[in-house]
C-alpha cells in the first residue's frame, strides 16, 4: 500500500520560515519524481516544485528564490524548504510521487500552510 505523508504545516507569520516533509512507503522511492503542490481555497492545484532522483530541480515562477525542494532517498523523504513566505503561500499542500514510465501517480493527504500576522 502506497502512503505519502506529509508534515510541518501550520501557521507562520509572513517573511517566516516553514519546512515541510513527505514520507514515503510502499514505492522503490529511487523510482520517483518527488513535488509538491498546492491549492489554495477557490483555486486549482498548482505546481510549487519538484525534484528528479539524480537531483534536478524545477520551480514554479512564484515560489522561485524562496523555495527549496529536496530529498533523502535513504529516508524515502521529500522537503519543501520555504522562506520569506508570503499571505499568497497560504494553501494545502500536497505531496506527489509520479513515475512516467507505468504512469504511477500518487497523492498525500496535503497539509495546511497558513501565512498570517
Known amino acids: 500500500q502506497v502512503q505519502l505523508v506529509e508534515s510541518g504545516g501550520g501557521l507562520v507569520q509572513p517573511g517566516g520560515s516553514l519546512k515541510l516533509s513527505c514520507a514515503a512507503s510502499?514505492?522503490?522511492?529511487?523510482?520517483?519524481?518527488m513535488g509538491w503542490y498546492r491549492q489554495a481555497p477557490g483555486k486549482q492545484r498548482e505546481l510549487v516544485a519538484t525534484?528528479?532522483?539524480?537531483?534536478?530541480?524545477n520551480y514554479a515562477g512564484s515560489v522561485k528564490g524562496r523555495v527549496t525542494i529536496s530529498r533523502h532517498n535513504a529516508k524515502k523523504t521529500a522537503y519543501l524548504q520555504m522562506n520569506s513566505v508570503k499571505p499568497e503561500d497560504t494553501a494545502v499542500y500536497y505531496c506527489?510521487?509520479?513515475?512516467?514510465?507505468?504512469?504511477?501517480?500518487?497523492w498525500g493527504q496535503g497539509t495546511q500552510v497558513t501565512v498570517s500576522a
Open positions: 525534484i528528479t532522483n539524480g537531483g534536478s530541480t
Open positions: 510502499g514505492i522503490t522511492f529511487t523510482f520517483y519524481v
Open positions: 506527489n510521487a509520479y513515475r512516467a514510465s507505468i504512469n504511477n501517480n500518487y
